[in-house]
C-alpha cells in the first residue's frame, strides 16, 4: 500500500493541495487507498486514482448539465448565470470599488453602478434597491411600510411558493396582520375598499407564479387597486424588467409601475436569468425608506450579486433567454445529431419543456431530446459533470431546451460512458 506522505508528496498531488486545500487531496488519498485494498486499483496506480477523484474546485458545489426541460429549477439553482456575469463575478472577487469612489478616494454609495443599470432599465421606476431575494423584499417592505398595521391581500393570492415556504407566514413574521379579502377564485373591487383603512399598511398583490386558478374567476387589476387610496405593493416573482412575447401571462416590472404600484418586488433568478437577488423598483421616497431602515443593512448583497446583477441587465443576453427564445427546429436538429452519434443507444423525441417553479404556470414550451434506458439515471447524475434528466414513460428523457449547444457533447459522452 503506498503511504499517505509519500503520496502527498507526489508533484500532481502537491500541486493538487495548492489549489484544493491539504484536507481535499488528503480525503481523496485515503480513497484512492481503499480502492486498492479492494482490488479495486493497482497499487502503482493509487497516485492517478487519487487525482480522478479530487474534486474539480475547493467547493462542494457541482456544475450540472440541466436536461430536466424545466429551465428555472429551484433544486438546480434557477437561472444560470451568462458568461458575462460569471466574468464580473470574477473581477469582483478581490479588493473591489464597490463602496469607494476612485476619483474623489472617498467613500461611495454601495453598487451604485448595479443599482444605476437596474433605474436605466426600467426608466418608469423613481428608485431602485436590491435585497438578498424577494423573500427578503417583502419582509423589508412589510417591516416599513406596514409593522402593526395590516396588508390587504387576496384570498386566491396567498401562495406557498415551495418547500414549505409560505408567503403568509412570512409577512405576518415582520409583525403586522394580513387582512384577507375575497375568496379563493373571486375578489373583487369592492372587497378590498372595504376593508382598506386607517389600520392598511399596504395592499398586496402577489402573483401566483406557481399555479392557475380557472373557470370562475375575478381578480382585481393593479390599475384598480391603485385607485383606492392605500399604497399598493405588487410581487411579480418572476422579475421581467419588460413583457416577454413567450410569456403574456407574466407580468412585468414596468407594466405594474405603470399600472399604479408604489413598489413592485421580484427575484433576480428567475426570469430576469440573473443571480439571487431580490429587486424593489418604484416611489422615490417609499424606496429611499426601505433603504435607510435598519434591517435593510442584514438584507443587503454582496459584491459578487452587485456584479452578476449588473452584468446581467448590462450584458448580452443571459443564458435563460436563449433557452427561451430556442426554436424548436434547432433543438430537434440537435436532438437528431446526439441521437446518430449514440446509436441504438438513444433515440431524438420530441418533448415539451417548462419554465419551471419561476414563472409561467401552465406554459408548455415545445422541445425536443433524446430518451435513454430509464437505468442511466443514477449512472449520469454521478457522471463528471452530473446529467439529470426526467423519467418520463419507462425511458429518461434528456430535454436540449436548457442544455446550452457547447453541452451536447458532454451529454454524449455521459451516455456513452453510462452504457460502458
Ligand atoms: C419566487 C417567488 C417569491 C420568492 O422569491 P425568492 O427570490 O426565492 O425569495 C416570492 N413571491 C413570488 C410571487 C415568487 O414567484
Do not use: W
Not at 379579502?181 to 372595504?194: K, P
Not at 386607517?198 to 399555479?211: A, M, Q
Not at 436540449?400 to 453541452?407: F, M, N, T
Amino acid at each position: 500500500m503506498p503511504r499517505t506522505d509519500v503520496m502527498l508528496a507526489d508533484s500532481q498531488l502537491a500541486a493538487a493541495q495548492e489549489k484544493l486545500g491539504r484536507g481535499l487531496v488528503k480525503a481523496a488519498v485515503a480513497s484512492a487507498q481503499q480502492r486498492v485494498r479492494e482490488g479495486l486499483a493497482d497499487p502503482d496506480d493509487a497516485v492517478d486514482a487519487a487525482l480522478a477523484l479530487l474534486p474539480a474546485t475547493a467547493s462542494g458545489l457541482k456544475g450540472v448539465v440541466n436536461a430536466t426541460g424545466v429551465l428555472l429549477h429551484t433544486n438546480l439553482g434557477r437561472a444560470p448565470l451568462s458568461a458575462a456575469a460569471v466574468a464580473a463575478v470574477s473581477a469582483a472577487a478581490g479588493y473591489t470599488d464597490v463602496e469607494f469612489d476612485l476619483v474623489d478616494g472617498q467613500r461611495a454609495r454601495r453598487g451604485r453602478t448595479a443599482l444605476a443599470a437596474l433605474a436605466q432599465a426600467v426608466p418608469e421606476a423613481g428608485a431602485v434597491h436590491v435585497v438578498n431575494n424577494n423573500a427578503a423584499a417583502l419582509v423589508l417592505a412589510t417591516t416599513v411600510l406596514a409593522a402593526g398595521k395590516e396588508i390587504v391581500i387576496s384570498r386566491g393570492e396567498l401562495v406557498e411558493i415551495g418547500d414549505g415556504f409560505r408567503l403568509p407566514e412570512l409577512l405576518e413574521s415582520a409583525r403586522c396582520r394580513l387582512r384577507e379579502v375575497g375568496t379563493t377564485n373571486r375578489t373583487t373591487l369592492r372587497d378590498y375598499q372595504n376593508a382598506c383603512g386607517p389600520d392598511t399598511g399596504f395592499i398586496l398583490k402577489v402573483h401566483p407564479s406557481n399555479y392557475r386558478i380557472e373557470g370562475f374567476t375575478s381578480e382585481v387589476s393593479i390599475d384598480e387597486l391603485a385607485t383606492i387610496g392605500p399604497p399598493v405593493v405588487a410581487d411579480i416573482g418572476s422579475g421581467l424588467l419588460r413583457p416577454e412575447p413567450l410569456l403574456p401571462g407574466e407580468p412585468d416590472v414596468a407594466g405594474a409601475l405603470r399600472r399604479g404600484a408604489a413598489l413592485v418586488t421580484a427575484s433576480g433568478d428567475k426570469l430576469l436569468g440573473g443571480p439571487q437577488a431580490g429587486l424593489l423598483l418604484g416611489d422615490e421616497d417609499l424606496v429611499e425608506r426601505l433603504r435607510r431602515h435598519p434591517l435593510a443593512r442584514a438584507l443587503r448583497v454582496d459584491k459578487l450579486t452587485l456584479a452578476a446583477l449588473e452584468a446581467t441587465l448590462r450584458g448580452p443576453r443571459p443564458t435563460l433567454h436563449r433557452s427561451l427564445h430556442a426554436s424548436v427546429g434547432e433543438l430537434r436538429g440537435r436532438a437528431e445529431r446526439l441521437a446518430r452519434r449514440l446509436g441504438s443507444r438513444a433515440e431524438a423525441v420530441p418533448t415539451i419543456a417548462r419554465v419551471g417553479g419561476g414563472g409561467a404556470p401552465g406554459v408548455e414550451l415545445p422541445s425536443a431530446g433524446i430518451a435513454v434506458d430509464e437505468n442511466l439515471a443514477a449512472r449520469l447524475r454521478s457522471y463528471d459533470p452530473p446529467v439529470i434528466g426526467r423519467i418520463t414513460g419507462g425511458r429518461l428523457v434528456l430535454d436540449l431546451r436548457a442544455v446550452e449547444p457547447d453541452q451536447d457533447e458532454v451529454i454524449a459522452a455521459a451516455v456513452e460512458h453510462s452504457c460502458r
